[in-house]
């Protein structure tokens, strides 16, 4: 709606993950890294923990996406399954035949690693959202890694969630599967400097002619209303475009934000505009008053100066030039003094 508005060829701030258009920041760089030496190292086991709206989807599409030919991959998205439910989905992504029937899957199963270490290729489970999978679940993906025929050289499984994955595999039921785990990694939020870059980035990307669409104060406040989190961020930044569409604004300033922050009543992003407003007041309370005293102290020297009996004392003479100093001394006697 608001793309023309501001010169874009596209949406800036789409919630949906792009693998084309991937902002890199140093803890999505290294996380990547990590994926992909999982992929190449043979590492078995490997968990990726990140909050929510960090980046651990678009992560794994970019990783996806840089996958050779090679490599059979299988993302699970959303591991609440039964267990029939769970070797049917891998049996459809992995070409394989399910009938219900465990044991036959199992034998099919090892025989298709069997010909991918024969053929150098690579077998890769990735399981998205695994802080909700069913312990028995998980259970149950330990034991089809025991299905490699080299000992975890061929099949790695990748388990991706939320910092609550962590309590998760602390059950005593997955000791097995904890003392597998190869590799860990935790995704961080953004810095105000990695979410200015950020938005940058995606303005940028969106074919933006200006860069300065968002002041520094927004920028700000955005990042202190997202705590620097990507998905909010894209939130945020797509609802201040559009309310500065709406209003017939070029520039999104820090008001335009914090009306937007009560709509949106992201949590805690009320609080942040709160805040904001309260020390927008107070500074600009600060600089009224002592714009104030200034000026008082501005009209004492000024009198001291145009007033015959003070005017020794005056130490505008020392700092003004004389022409100056005559057309106060002008001023006073045309007002009557």
Same mark, same amino acid.
């Given at each position: ?124 489970l990735i399981v998205d959202e =695994?802080?909700?999978? #069913? ?134 992003a009320a609080d942040v505009a709160?805040?904001? =407003? =309260? ?28 007033? #015959? ?5 005056? #130490?505008?003479?020392?700092?003004? #030039? ?16």
């Open positions: 709606m608001y793309k023309r508005f501001y010169g874009f060829t596209r949406a800036p701030f789409d919630l949906t993950p792009d693998p084309e258009r991937v902002f890199m920041s140093w803890t999505h760089k290294e996380g990547l890294a990590v994926l992909e030496y999982g992929v190449v190292a043979k590492k078995g086991f490997l968990v990726l923990i990140g909050d929510v709206g960090t980046g651990k989807t678009t992560l794994l599409q970019a990783l996806i996406h840089s996958l050779e030919g090679d490599v059979h991959c299988c993302l699970l998205n959303n591991p609440t399954l039964s267990r029939d439910e769970f070797f049917a989905y891998l049996a459809h992504e992995y070409g394989l035949t399910w009938d219900g029937n465990k044991a036959l899957f199992l034998i099919e199963f090892a025989t298709f690693l069997k010909n991918c270490a024969k053929s150098d290729e690579r077998v890769l =695994a802080h909700v999978i #069913p312990v028995d679940l998980l259970e149950e993906i330990r034991l089809l890694s025991n299905q490699d025929p080299t000992g975890g050289e061929v099949f790695s499984i990748f388990l991706v969630g939320q910092p609550e994955l962590d309590a998760h595999l602390k059950d005593d039921r997955l000791l097995p599967l904890q003392q597998r785990i190869g590799l860990r990694f935790r995704l961080e939020r953004f810095t105000r400097d990695i979410t200015i870059q950020y938005i940058i980035y995606r303005l940028r990307t969106a074919g933006a002619k200006h860069l300065n669409i968002f002041t520094e104060d927004a920028l700000s406040l955005i990042h202190d209303a997202s705590r620097g989190t990507p998905r909010l961020i894209n939130i945020i930044c797509d609802h201040a475009l559009l309310t500065g569409f709406a209003d017939d604004q070029p520039v999104i300033d820090a008001d335009i934000v914090r009306e937007c922050l009560q709509e949106l009543q992201l949590e805690g709160a805040r904001s =407003a =309260a020390r927008f007041k107070s500074v600009r309370g600060g600089y009224l008053l002592w714009g104030g005293i200034a000026l008082l102290v501005l009209g004492g020297l000024v009198l001291l100066e145009v007033l #015959p009996a003070t005017r020794g004392f005056s #130490p505008l003479g020392y700092f003004l #030039p004389e022409n100056l100093l005559d057309i106060l001394h002008n001023l006073y006697q045309r007002c009557g003094g």
